[in-house]
C-alpha cells in the first residue's frame, strides 16, 4: 500500500521539473535568435546604405545626404565605374590571383602538415609555433623584403609575385590548422596502410586525404575569400593597372577627383557581387567542411 500512494506523488513532481525545464531552453533559444536576428539586422544596414546610394545621383546625394531616398533610379554611377576601371580585366585578375593561392595554398598546407602531424618532424612543436606567429606579423613590416625579393628574381610587377606571397601567406594559417587535425589522426589507419604496404604518397592520398578533404575545402574558401579582399600587398606589388585586382581598382576611385560618392558605392557593390557570389556557390561545402571537423 505504501508503494501504491508513494508513485503518483512523485509522477507529477518529475512532470513539472520537465517543464520547467523545457520552458527554460525555449525561452534561451528564443533570446539567442532574437540576438542573432539582432546582429543579422545591424550587420545588413551598412551593405543597405551602400546600396542605397549606388542607385543615387550626385546631386540627391549632395542635397539629401546618404541616408535619403534617391529621386530617381540612377545607373550612370554603375557605367562610369566599370568603364573607368576596366572591371572585367580586374575581374579576372582577382578571379585568376584568388583561385591560384586557394589551389597552392592548400595543396602546400597539406603537404607541410602531413610532414608535421603525420610524419613526426622532429621539434613539431616549435614548428607549429612558428606558423601560428607567422600568421600575427603585419603586413607592413613583409613589404619592403618581398617588394626588393621580387625585384631581385624579375618577378616586379608580376601577378605570379601575389600569387607566391599569399600562398605562402595563407599555407601558414593551412599548416598550423591541418597539423593539429592530423596531429589526432587516428593511428590504427596509418597502421593498416603500413601493413598493406603503402608508402607515405600512397598513405597521403589513399588514408589521410579523404579524411581531411572537408576541413581543404573550408582551407581552398577561405582563401579565395581572404585573397580577393586583399589590397595592401597588390597595391605594392602591381603598379600598372593591367596587372591590378578589383579592391586596388576599387581604391583608385579617391584619388579620382571626377569620381564622386555615389559612383564609389557603384563599384563596392559591383566589386562585392562576385565573393556573394562564391560564397553562395561553395556555402554547403563550407557548412559540411565544419561541421565535419567539429564531429571528428
Do not use: C
Amino acid at each position: 500500500m505504501a508503494t501504491q500512494t508513494q508513485a503518483p506523488v512523485v509522477a507529477p513532481a518529475v512532470r513539472a521539473t520537465d517543464g520547467h525545464d523545457r520552458h527554460h531552453h525555449g525561452a534561451a533559444r528564443w533570446a539567442v535568435l532574437a540576438g542573432a536576428v539582432l546582429v543579422a539586422v545591424l550587420m545588413t544596414i551598412p551593405f543597405l546604405i551602400m546600396v542605397l546610394n549606388a542607385f543615387k545621383s550626385p546631386q540627391d546625394y549632395s542635397q539629401g545626404g546618404p541616408l535619403s531616398w534617391p529621386a530617381d533610379f540612377y545607373t550612370q554611377g554603375l557605367r562610369d565605374f566599370w568603364e573607368r576601371v576596366n572591371f572585367p580585366e580586374k575581374l579576372v585578375n582577382s578571379i585568376w590571383i584568388s583561385s591560384a593561392v586557394a589551389l597552392f595554398g592548400t595543396i602546400l598546407s597539406l603537404f607541410s602538415a602531413y610532414a608535421i602531424g603525420v610524419g613526426r618532424v622532429r621539434g613539431r612543436m616549435w614548428l607549429v609555433t612558428l606558423f601560428l606567429l607567422a600568421n600575427m606579423l603585419p603586413q607592413e613590416v613583409l613589404i619592403y623584403p618581398l617588394f626588393q625579393m621580387a625585384q631581385d628574381v624579375g618577378l616586379s610587377n608580376n601577378q605570379w609575385s601575389v600569387v607566391i606571397i599569399f600562398t605562402v601567406i595563407q599555407s601558414a594559417f593551412g599548416t598550423y590548422l591541418l597539423s593539429s587535425v592530423l596531429g589526432t589522426f587516428p593511428p590504427a589507419l596509418l597502421e593498416a596502410a603500413a601493413l598493406d604496404g603503402a608508402g607515405r604518397w600512397r598513405t597521403l592520398w589513399g588514408v589521410v586525404f579523404p579524411v581531411v578533404r572537408p576541413t581543404l575545402a573550408v582551407l581552398v574558401i577561405f582563401f579565395f575569400i581572404w585573397t580577393w579582399n586583399e589590397f595592401f600587398i597588390p597595391l605594392v606589388m602591381l603598379t600598372t593597372n593591367a596587372t591590378q585586382t578589383i579592391p586596388v581598382a576599387l581604391a583608385s576611385l579617391q584619388g579620382d577627383r571626377m569620381m564622386d560618392a555615389p559612383t564609389t558605392n557603384a563599384g563596392a557593390l559591383v566589386s562585392m557581387v562576385p565573393a556573394v557570389i562564391f560564397f553562395l556557390i561553395f556555402q554547403r561545402t563550407l557548412t559540411r567542411g565544419i561541421t565535419a571537423g567539429a564531429v571528428k
